[in-house]
């Protein structure tokens, strides 16, 4: 499996990793350490306590990791968890509401850890 087909895979926008990070031999390398990374952890943790910080904190990290790596649809719904738990913004959608948006996003980083697993082994 090459990246472009990994990208198609995830869902992930090839061309602005490409342009973030020049060449295939880095995003390779970063797309890789996605799986090691806490992200996806620290945000579960924090949206089974519905810590506002923690989810906050955690879905802003995911937000610009994986903007970085070019995966706009997980950066995106990271994105309104952000909004919606930024210090000074009046939440706006309810604990339903945020619970079943961190599902979606939830399920996307696992797809994406999925196809990475594929590609590592392809």
Known sequence: MTLEELYTQMGGNYDHAKQIMKMDKLI????????????????????????????????????????NLGLDNIAAAAEEITEEFRPGNNRTMSDEAVKAKLQDLSEMYQNALVCIEKYENS
Do not use: Q
């Not at 945000?43 to 989810?55: H, R």
């Open 28 to 67: 390779d390398k970063y797309v890789r350490k996605l799986k090691n990374s806490d992200v996806g952890i620290n945000l579960a943790a924090a949206a089974e306590k519905m810590d506002g910080t923690g989810l906050f904190e955690s879905a802003h990290a995911m937000k610009g990791v994986c903007a």
